[in-house]
Protein backbone atom coordinates (compact mmCIF):
# COMPACT_ATOMS: atom_id res chain seq x y z
CA UNK A 1 0.00 0.00 0.00
CA UNK A 2 1.23 3.61 -0.59
CA UNK A 3 1.90 5.82 2.43
CA UNK A 4 -1.40 7.35 1.93
CA UNK A 5 -0.42 9.28 4.89
CA UNK A 6 -3.92 8.86 6.39
CA UNK A 7 -2.93 10.05 9.71
CA UNK A 8 -1.76 13.44 8.45
CA UNK A 9 -5.16 13.67 6.71
CA UNK A 10 -7.55 13.04 9.67
CA UNK A 11 -5.54 15.17 11.93
CA UNK A 12 -5.76 18.04 10.07
CA UNK A 13 -8.89 17.44 7.71
CA UNK A 14 -11.55 16.87 10.49
CA UNK A 15 -14.82 18.00 10.98
CA UNK A 16 -17.61 20.41 10.35
CA UNK A 17 -20.67 21.85 10.25
CA UNK A 18 -23.90 23.20 11.35
CA UNK A 19 -26.92 21.39 13.21
CA UNK A 20 -29.11 19.52 10.08
CA UNK A 21 -32.15 20.50 12.72
CA UNK A 22 -31.39 24.17 12.87
CA UNK A 23 -33.20 26.40 9.81
CA UNK A 24 -30.81 26.69 7.61
CA UNK A 25 -30.44 30.47 8.08
CA UNK A 26 -29.13 29.91 11.16
CA UNK A 27 -26.33 27.79 9.69
CA UNK A 28 -23.93 30.13 10.09
CA UNK A 29 -24.28 30.56 14.16
CA UNK A 30 -23.85 26.61 14.47
CA UNK A 31 -20.29 26.91 12.63
CA UNK A 32 -17.26 26.35 14.70
CA UNK A 33 -14.68 23.85 15.53
CA UNK A 34 -16.37 22.38 19.05
CA UNK A 35 -19.58 21.29 16.45
CA UNK A 36 -20.57 17.46 17.22
CA UNK A 37 -22.33 18.29 13.69
CA UNK A 38 -19.17 19.03 11.91
CA UNK A 39 -18.59 16.95 8.67
CA UNK A 40 -16.81 15.99 5.71
CA UNK A 41 -16.56 14.09 2.93
CA UNK A 42 -14.74 12.34 -0.10
CA UNK A 43 -14.79 13.14 -3.51
CA UNK A 44 -13.33 10.60 -6.29
CA UNK A 45 -14.06 11.59 -9.54
CA UNK A 46 -12.91 10.51 -14.01
CA UNK A 47 -12.51 6.66 -13.19
CA UNK A 48 -12.59 5.92 -17.11
CA UNK A 49 -13.42 2.11 -16.89
CA UNK A 50 -12.41 0.91 -20.01
CA UNK A 51 -13.87 -2.08 -21.71
CA UNK A 52 -11.35 -4.06 -23.78
CA UNK A 53 -13.70 -7.26 -24.41
CA UNK A 54 -15.86 -9.19 -22.52
CA UNK A 55 -15.31 -9.15 -18.62
CA UNK A 56 -11.89 -7.69 -19.27
CA UNK A 57 -11.05 -4.20 -18.50
CA UNK A 58 -7.57 -1.63 -18.95
CA UNK A 59 -6.43 -2.65 -15.14
CA UNK A 60 -4.73 0.39 -14.57
CA UNK A 61 -8.04 1.87 -14.28
CA UNK A 62 -9.67 -0.49 -12.32
CA UNK A 63 -6.69 -0.72 -10.08
CA UNK A 64 -6.99 3.54 -9.69
CA UNK A 65 -10.40 3.41 -8.53
CA UNK A 66 -10.32 0.14 -6.20
CA UNK A 67 -7.59 1.93 -4.45
CA UNK A 68 -9.48 5.26 -4.12
CA UNK A 69 -12.15 3.02 -2.43
CA UNK A 70 -10.12 1.27 -0.23
CA UNK A 71 -8.67 4.26 1.09
CA UNK A 72 -12.02 6.35 1.14
CA UNK A 73 -13.20 3.15 3.61
CA UNK A 74 -10.31 3.84 5.90
CA UNK A 75 -10.71 7.43 6.70
CA UNK A 76 -11.15 8.30 9.96
CA UNK A 77 -13.22 10.39 11.21
CA UNK A 78 -15.58 8.69 8.86
CA UNK A 79 -16.88 10.59 5.49
CA UNK A 80 -20.47 11.63 6.11
CA UNK A 81 -21.15 10.53 2.48
CA UNK A 82 -18.74 10.18 -0.89
CA UNK A 83 -18.85 11.92 -4.06
CA UNK A 84 -18.35 10.40 -7.23
CA UNK A 85 -17.29 13.86 -9.94
CA UNK A 86 -18.63 11.34 -12.97
CA UNK A 87 -16.60 9.54 -16.40
CA UNK A 88 -16.59 6.38 -14.61
CA UNK A 89 -16.52 5.10 -17.86
CA UNK A 90 -14.86 5.55 -21.06
CA UNK A 91 -17.43 5.34 -23.86
CA UNK A 92 -20.49 4.84 -21.78
CA UNK A 93 -20.84 1.27 -22.10
CA UNK A 94 -22.80 -0.33 -20.21
CA UNK A 95 -20.65 -2.94 -19.21
CA UNK A 96 -18.69 -0.14 -18.09
CA UNK A 97 -20.98 1.43 -16.21
CA UNK A 98 -21.58 -1.41 -14.31
CA UNK A 99 -18.16 -2.53 -13.73
CA UNK A 100 -17.32 1.17 -12.11
CA UNK A 101 -20.24 0.78 -9.93
CA UNK A 102 -19.44 -2.54 -8.96
CA UNK A 103 -15.95 -1.15 -7.68
CA UNK A 104 -17.44 1.58 -6.16
CA UNK A 105 -20.34 -0.36 -4.26
CA UNK A 106 -17.84 -1.35 -1.71
CA UNK A 107 -17.76 2.32 -0.26
CA UNK A 108 -19.16 2.14 2.75
CA UNK A 109 -22.23 4.90 3.32
CA UNK A 110 -24.02 7.05 0.59
CA UNK A 111 -23.01 7.79 -3.10
CA UNK A 112 -23.71 10.83 -4.85
CA UNK A 113 -22.75 10.73 -8.66
CA UNK A 114 -22.73 13.67 -11.46
CA UNK A 115 -22.79 12.25 -15.01
CA UNK A 116 -19.72 13.26 -16.86
CA UNK A 117 -19.73 13.46 -21.01
CA UNK A 118 -18.08 9.94 -21.34
CA UNK A 119 -21.37 8.34 -18.93
CA UNK A 120 -23.29 10.54 -21.41
CA UNK A 121 -22.70 11.00 -25.48
CA UNK A 122 -23.64 6.99 -26.66
CA UNK A 123 -27.00 6.89 -25.41
CA UNK A 124 -27.69 10.59 -23.99
CA UNK A 125 -27.43 9.40 -20.29
CA UNK A 126 -30.22 6.47 -20.87
CA UNK A 127 -28.13 3.98 -18.98
CA UNK A 128 -26.38 5.99 -16.37
CA UNK A 129 -29.58 7.46 -14.86
CA UNK A 130 -31.26 4.12 -15.36
CA UNK A 131 -28.36 2.55 -12.51
CA UNK A 132 -28.20 6.21 -10.85
CA UNK A 133 -31.30 8.12 -11.24
CA UNK A 134 -31.81 11.87 -11.85
CA UNK A 135 -28.91 13.76 -13.43
CA UNK A 136 -29.20 17.10 -11.58
CA UNK A 137 -30.56 17.49 -8.00
CA UNK A 138 -29.85 19.06 -4.82
CA UNK A 139 -29.94 17.85 -0.92
CA UNK A 140 -29.11 19.81 2.25
CA UNK A 141 -26.30 18.15 4.86
CA UNK A 142 -25.87 19.67 7.85
CA UNK A 143 -26.55 22.86 6.90
CA UNK A 144 -24.97 23.16 3.52
CA UNK A 145 -27.22 23.39 0.25
CA UNK A 146 -25.91 20.59 -2.34
CA UNK A 147 -26.59 21.35 -5.84
CA UNK A 148 -25.68 18.70 -8.76
CA UNK A 149 -25.67 19.81 -12.29
CA UNK A 150 -25.71 17.85 -15.44
CA UNK A 151 -23.16 20.60 -17.37
CA UNK A 152 -21.95 18.30 -20.44
CA UNK A 153 -25.26 18.99 -21.90
CA UNK A 154 -24.47 21.09 -25.32
CA UNK A 155 -27.16 21.68 -28.58
CA UNK A 156 -29.31 19.69 -29.67
CA UNK A 157 -28.53 20.21 -32.65
CA UNK A 158 -25.10 18.68 -32.51
CA UNK A 159 -26.37 16.49 -30.02
CA UNK A 160 -29.65 14.81 -32.57
CA UNK A 161 -27.63 15.62 -35.77
CA UNK A 162 -26.92 11.91 -38.17
CA UNK A 163 -24.46 10.50 -35.99
CA UNK A 164 -23.66 6.67 -37.75
CA UNK A 165 -23.82 5.71 -33.80
CA UNK A 166 -24.10 6.97 -30.58
CA UNK A 167 -21.14 5.39 -30.16
CA UNK A 168 -19.76 7.78 -33.20
CA UNK A 169 -21.22 10.80 -31.10
CA UNK A 170 -19.67 9.49 -28.30
CA UNK A 171 -16.13 9.46 -30.11
CA UNK A 172 -16.44 12.68 -31.54
CA UNK A 173 -17.03 14.30 -27.97
CA UNK A 174 -14.13 12.10 -26.47
CA UNK A 175 -12.22 14.11 -29.13
CA UNK A 176 -9.28 16.85 -27.76
CA UNK A 177 -8.97 19.88 -30.29
CA UNK A 178 -11.72 18.17 -32.52
CA UNK A 179 -13.16 21.17 -34.90
CA UNK A 180 -16.13 19.04 -34.93
CA UNK A 181 -16.90 18.57 -31.00
CA UNK A 182 -19.05 20.86 -29.38
CA UNK A 183 -18.55 22.89 -26.29
CA UNK A 184 -20.79 21.83 -23.13
CA UNK A 185 -23.41 23.87 -21.34
CA UNK A 186 -25.91 23.43 -18.41
CA UNK A 187 -28.64 24.24 -20.20
CA UNK A 188 -31.70 26.90 -20.18
CA UNK A 189 -33.84 24.01 -18.74
CA UNK A 190 -31.46 23.74 -16.00
CA UNK A 191 -30.69 26.84 -14.99
CA UNK A 192 -34.43 27.65 -14.74
CA UNK A 193 -34.78 24.49 -12.38
CA UNK A 194 -31.46 26.13 -10.60
CA UNK A 195 -32.92 29.62 -10.36
CA UNK A 196 -36.14 27.88 -8.66
CA UNK A 197 -33.88 25.36 -6.25
CA UNK A 198 -32.14 28.54 -4.68
CA UNK A 199 -35.18 30.57 -3.93
CA UNK A 200 -35.37 28.81 -0.94
CA UNK A 201 -32.10 29.06 0.58
CA UNK A 202 -30.78 31.81 2.53
CA UNK A 203 -28.06 33.81 1.38
CA UNK A 204 -26.03 32.80 4.45
CA UNK A 205 -26.23 29.09 3.95
CA UNK A 206 -23.09 27.97 1.87
CA UNK A 207 -23.55 25.95 -0.94
CA UNK A 208 -21.64 23.70 -2.53
CA UNK A 209 -22.43 22.61 -6.44
CA UNK A 210 -20.99 19.93 -7.61
CA UNK A 211 -20.65 19.53 -11.76
CA UNK A 212 -18.59 17.59 -13.62
CA UNK A 213 -16.80 20.54 -16.63
CA UNK A 214 -15.86 23.21 -14.83
CA UNK A 215 -18.80 26.02 -14.29
CA UNK A 216 -15.83 28.71 -15.42
CA UNK A 217 -13.89 28.80 -19.07
CA UNK A 218 -10.65 27.33 -18.99
CA UNK A 219 -10.12 25.81 -22.53
CA UNK A 220 -12.24 25.46 -25.33
CA UNK A 221 -10.49 23.41 -27.08
CA UNK A 222 -10.57 20.81 -24.61
CA UNK A 223 -13.63 21.26 -23.34
CA UNK A 224 -12.17 22.74 -19.75
CA UNK A 225 -15.12 24.81 -20.14
CA UNK A 226 -19.40 25.09 -20.02
CA UNK A 227 -20.48 28.16 -22.39
CA UNK A 228 -22.88 29.25 -20.25
CA UNK A 229 -20.84 29.07 -17.20
CA UNK A 230 -21.22 33.10 -16.69
CA UNK A 231 -25.22 32.55 -16.25
CA UNK A 232 -24.79 30.07 -13.72
CA UNK A 233 -22.22 32.12 -11.88
CA UNK A 234 -24.72 34.84 -12.22
CA UNK A 235 -27.48 32.63 -10.62
CA UNK A 236 -24.99 31.89 -7.13
CA UNK A 237 -23.81 35.38 -6.87
CA UNK A 238 -26.43 36.18 -4.34
CA UNK A 239 -25.19 33.88 -1.89
CA UNK A 240 -21.74 34.65 0.73
CA UNK A 241 -20.49 31.22 0.29
CA UNK A 242 -19.87 29.42 -2.82
CA UNK A 243 -18.00 26.51 -3.78
CA UNK A 244 -17.86 24.49 -7.32
CA UNK A 245 -16.52 21.29 -7.39
CA UNK A 246 -15.63 19.59 -10.35
CA UNK A 247 -14.01 16.73 -12.53
CA UNK A 248 -13.06 16.26 -16.05
CA UNK A 249 -9.80 18.12 -15.93
CA UNK A 250 -7.98 15.71 -14.19
CA UNK A 251 -5.61 17.76 -12.28
CA UNK A 252 -5.50 20.44 -9.13
CA UNK A 253 -6.96 23.71 -10.51
CA UNK A 254 -8.33 26.19 -8.13
CA UNK A 255 -9.69 29.97 -9.43
CA UNK A 256 -12.00 32.54 -7.55
CA UNK A 257 -14.49 34.30 -9.36
CA UNK A 258 -16.17 36.67 -7.05
CA UNK A 259 -18.09 35.08 -4.21
CA UNK A 260 -17.39 31.74 -5.95
CA UNK A 261 -14.44 29.57 -5.02
CA UNK A 262 -13.38 26.58 -7.75
CA UNK A 263 -12.10 23.32 -7.04
CA UNK A 264 -11.01 20.82 -9.65
CA UNK A 265 -10.69 17.05 -8.84
CA UNK A 266 -7.96 14.37 -9.53
CA UNK A 267 -8.85 11.41 -11.60
CA UNK A 268 -8.30 8.29 -10.74
CA UNK A 269 -7.29 7.26 -14.15
CA UNK A 270 -4.71 9.46 -15.93
CA UNK A 271 -3.60 12.67 -15.31
CA UNK A 272 -4.30 15.86 -18.15
CA UNK A 273 -1.14 18.04 -18.89
CA UNK A 274 -1.11 21.51 -17.48
CA UNK A 275 -2.38 24.51 -18.74
CA UNK A 276 0.97 25.82 -20.15
CA UNK A 277 1.59 22.43 -22.26
CA UNK A 278 -1.71 22.79 -23.46
CA UNK A 279 -1.40 23.81 -27.06
CA UNK A 280 0.32 26.46 -28.85
CA UNK A 281 -3.07 27.88 -29.16
CA UNK A 282 -2.85 30.26 -26.48
CA UNK A 283 -5.94 32.74 -27.02
CA UNK A 284 -8.62 30.44 -25.61
CA UNK A 285 -6.29 30.61 -22.11
CA UNK A 286 -7.71 33.02 -19.30
CA UNK A 287 -5.31 34.08 -16.65
CA UNK A 288 -6.08 32.60 -13.56
CA UNK A 289 -6.30 34.41 -10.38
CA UNK A 290 -5.10 31.89 -8.18
CA UNK A 291 -1.49 30.45 -9.57
CA UNK A 292 -1.47 26.41 -9.91
CA UNK A 293 -0.20 23.81 -8.12
CA UNK A 294 1.42 21.80 -10.25
CA UNK A 295 2.35 17.99 -9.84
CA UNK A 296 5.29 15.72 -11.33
CA UNK A 297 4.36 14.22 -14.46
CA UNK A 298 7.24 11.84 -14.66
CA UNK A 299 5.99 9.78 -11.64
CA UNK A 300 3.69 6.55 -12.90
CA UNK A 301 0.49 8.04 -10.78
CA UNK A 302 1.15 11.35 -9.88
CA UNK A 303 -1.70 13.77 -11.07
CA UNK A 304 -3.94 11.15 -10.00
CA UNK A 305 -5.69 10.76 -6.51
CA UNK A 306 -8.96 11.76 -5.03
CA UNK A 307 -9.82 14.14 -2.70
CA UNK A 308 -11.07 14.47 1.22
CA UNK A 309 -12.98 17.91 1.75
CA UNK A 310 -13.76 19.30 4.75
CA UNK A 311 -16.45 21.89 5.01
CA UNK A 312 -16.33 23.25 8.43
CA UNK A 313 -15.93 27.25 7.30
CA UNK A 314 -18.36 26.81 5.04
CA UNK A 315 -15.79 26.90 2.11
CA UNK A 316 -14.58 23.55 0.94
CA UNK A 317 -11.11 22.52 2.12
CA UNK A 318 -9.79 20.32 -0.36
CA UNK A 319 -7.62 17.79 0.50
CA UNK A 320 -5.68 15.80 -2.64
CA UNK A 321 -4.59 12.24 -1.45
CA UNK A 322 -2.04 11.58 -4.34
CA UNK A 323 -0.61 8.58 -4.29
CA UNK A 324 2.95 9.30 -5.38
CA UNK A 325 3.46 12.73 -4.57
CA UNK A 326 3.04 14.70 -1.44
CA UNK A 327 -0.60 15.36 -0.38
CA UNK A 328 -1.89 18.68 -0.54
CA UNK A 329 -4.44 20.68 0.89
CA UNK A 330 -5.76 23.89 -0.70
CA UNK A 331 -7.68 25.90 1.77
CA UNK A 332 -10.03 28.93 1.44
CA UNK A 333 -8.28 32.16 3.21
CA UNK A 334 -10.01 34.95 4.26
CA UNK A 335 -7.01 37.04 4.08
CA UNK A 336 -6.57 36.79 0.94
CA UNK A 337 -10.03 35.97 -0.28
CA UNK A 338 -9.59 33.21 -1.89
CA UNK A 339 -8.13 29.52 -2.13
CA UNK A 340 -4.95 29.05 -0.92
CA UNK A 341 -2.27 25.95 -1.32
CA UNK A 342 -1.26 25.07 2.13
CA UNK A 343 1.26 22.61 0.81
CA UNK A 344 1.71 19.37 2.11
CA UNK A 345 -0.09 17.76 4.61
CA UNK A 346 3.18 15.53 4.94
CA UNK A 347 6.31 16.18 6.14
CA UNK A 348 8.40 13.38 5.04
CA UNK A 349 9.74 13.39 1.00
CA UNK A 350 7.87 12.35 -1.36
CA UNK A 351 7.28 8.48 -1.71
CA UNK A 352 9.02 6.48 -4.32
CA UNK A 353 7.14 5.75 -7.10
CA UNK A 354 4.85 2.84 -6.32
CA UNK A 355 4.84 -0.53 -8.58
CA UNK A 356 1.64 -1.56 -7.49
CA UNK A 357 -0.31 -0.53 -10.99
FE1 LIG B 1 -12.49 12.48 -17.34
FE1 LIG C 1 -14.99 14.45 -18.60
Redesign the pocket.
Known sequence: MSKINRRDVLRNGAAVLAASSLPISMVELAFGADSDQNFTFAYIS?S?ITQIKGNEFVRNWDRGLIRAVAETNLLDPKPDFVFYG??IAQLGKPEEIDHGLEILSALRGDVHYVM?E?DYYVDLGEYWRKQLGPDHYSFDHKGVHFVVLNSILTHEKWMHQKWQSGMDRMKQMARLDNPDGQPFMVGEAQREWLRNDLKKISKETPIVVLSHSPLQKIFKSWNFWTDDAEEVQALLKPFDKVTVLY??V?QIQTNQIGNISFHAAM?T?WPWPYPSTYTQKASYLPKLTVEMNRADPFFERDATGWQFIDVHTGRADVSYLLPDNKNRTVAYSEKAGHPVDTGSRKTDDRSPPQKHF
Do not use: M, N, R
Open positions: DHGDGHGHHAA
